[in-house]
Structure formats: structure tokens, C-alpha cells
């Protein structure tokens, strides 16, 4: 069986849980930024509501120019004023050679564009983050940008910065 | 109170109730990708579990440089075969107009350098998304591509490629 028959099966019980109708802006005014990593089930771990935050997430929770323009959106058009980043442990952006690996991607014949170095240490990471996060101009509200370390193992959110 | 305060509260009690480590390689060997709506609750609506499945999440869940970039760390650093890319109802992108949003933000003196139009209808947005990813040949896996659109005023979540 395809994973996807497995979503299906699972949305239709869902469905009679589901609170109804809630505003497209985030009730928390808050967007968090984290890594697409398997083991971070964000409304859980937060304690979010539907409706609550928007949620940003790729490879390694790294502040591309494609989270700098989603919060730019989220905060100039649906009126967030928050933002909390999260990298976390046992990360597989850590030691991550990015120059190698669009060095094989470039093989396919479709040169990468980008250039999103990995990282060692997740909180040390955490701190550039939120240094790029304040730094960028299309923001309006840059004052409340917070940092956190998520630990993989055990479920627990770590304020860092 | 800070938004983030409510975060670390409900955290604290989320470590009791969390299942311990798991590997970062996907069981179901899957990558969702979909927008950073508000109302997207993505590991109950899809009955997913710790560990299950890469969430990749930006503005209007579209498929960005940064979002392919992502998923060839999750097909060939961490042995993903599958995609799922949702679309919503009630998208803030549904109408966007980028072209004028990039001249808004232009005039903080940094220019963006991306080309992220909006859409129009989110099924059809499906199609193109599924298509571009069917297009990347950075994925070693791209036959098993699903599109779907999730219902955000019902939780419903419908196959539409």
C-alpha cells in the first residue's frame, strides 16, 4: 500500500475532529521557522491550536530568500509580528556539505541556484538565524524574534535565544 | 505575554507524552510539501506519527528552488520515494499578486530575487506543482508524485493528482 492511502484513511477520521472555520490570520500573530526533520510534530509540540501560527519548514530550518519571503507575507499581509526559529538535534543539515552536494546535483544538468551551507552546532546556528531574521528590510516587526533548540529525542524546546 | 511563553508552557507538558527517539530517516519514506497556512494541523490531519514523514512547508506551499533543493537532501541523504504536495482553499497566494509585492519590497532597498506568482485555483495549482516535481531531475524518486487539496474550513483532504 502507498504511504498516501494511509494519509487518506487516516484524514477521513480526522475530519470529525475538525474545529470548523477559523481566520487565515494567525490568531498568535506568530510564524515559527523549523526544519523539515520527521520528528518535530509542530502543533503537538507547541501546543498549537488550528488557526494559531503559520509554519515554515525546510531543509534544515535555514533562512533561504524562500523563508524571508514567506514571512514577508505572513507578517505584511496576514498580519504576523512574531517569530520563532527552531533548529534541533541530531539535525542531517549538521556537517552537511553543501558545496559537494550541488557539485552532484549539478551532474543532472540543472545547476543549483542556491547556496545553503549545513551547520555544526544547532543553538550556535540558532543565533544566525535569528541574525538574519532581524536583519531583513522587508520585514516590519522584527523586535520579537526568538530562538529555540528542539531536542529529537525527548520532545523538549530549549529558549536560546 | 509573549506568544512564545504560551509555547514553552505547553511544551513542558508535550515531553511526557512524547515516544522517545526515532530514526531521521522517514518510515514511510515520504515528504509532504504544502502551504504555511494557519490551519494546516500536518501530522493530525494525515494520522502521521513521530518520525514519519518530512514536512516541507513555505508561503502558498509552492514549489520553490528551496523547496526542490529540500527535497534532494530528503530523497538522497535520507531515502524518501515519495511526495505529497497540498494545496488549500481560502490561500492567501490564491489571487497574489507577486509582481507588485516584489516592487514593495524593492523599495526597502533590497530587491527580492525570486519570481513566486500566486494562483488562482488550488486543484489546478496541484497539477502544476505535481508537474514541476515530476520535472526536477535532482529526485531520483518521481513516480510516486500525489496531489492533493485539504479543505481548511472542514480538515478534509481530497486526491486531485
Given at each position: 500500500?502507498s504511504?498516501?492511502?494511509?494519509l ?63 514571512l514577508?507575507?505572513?507578517?505584511r ?43 555544526t552546532?544547532?543553538?550556535?546556528q ?34 536560546v535565544?
Open positions: 500500500m504511504a498516501v492511502d494511509e487518506l484513511r487516516a484524514n477521513a477520521e480526522y475530519v470529525a475532529t475538525f474545529p470548523g472555520p477559523r481566520p487565515k490570520e494567525p490568531r498568535l500573530r506568530l510564524a515559527v521557522v523549523s526544519c523539515m526533520d520527521s520528528r518535530i510534530d509542530m502543533f503537538a509540540a507547541l501546543g498549537l491550536g488550528i488557526g494559531d501560527a503559520h509554519i515554515l519548514r525546510n531543509g534544515g530550518g535555514l533562512i533561504t530568500e524562500d523563508v524571508l519571503r514567506s514577508a507575507i505572513s507578517q499581509a496576514l498580519g504576523t509580528t512574531e517569530v520563532a526559529i527552531l533548529h534541533h538535534t541530531d539535525c542531517g543539515m549538521t556537517g552537511f556539505d553543501d558545496t559537494a552536494f550541488r557539485a552532484e546535483l549539478a551532474q543532472t544538468g540543472q545547476t543549483p541556484g542556491w547556496d545553503v551551507p549545513g551547520f552546532d544547532p543553538a550556535d540558532v543565533r544566525r538565524s535569528v541574525q538574519r531574521v532581524r536583519e531583513c528590510p522587508w520585514l516590519p516587526a522584527r523586535d520579537a524574534v526568538h530562538g529555540f533548540v528542539f531536542d529529537v529525542a525527548a520532545g523538549r524546546l530549549a529558549a535565544a
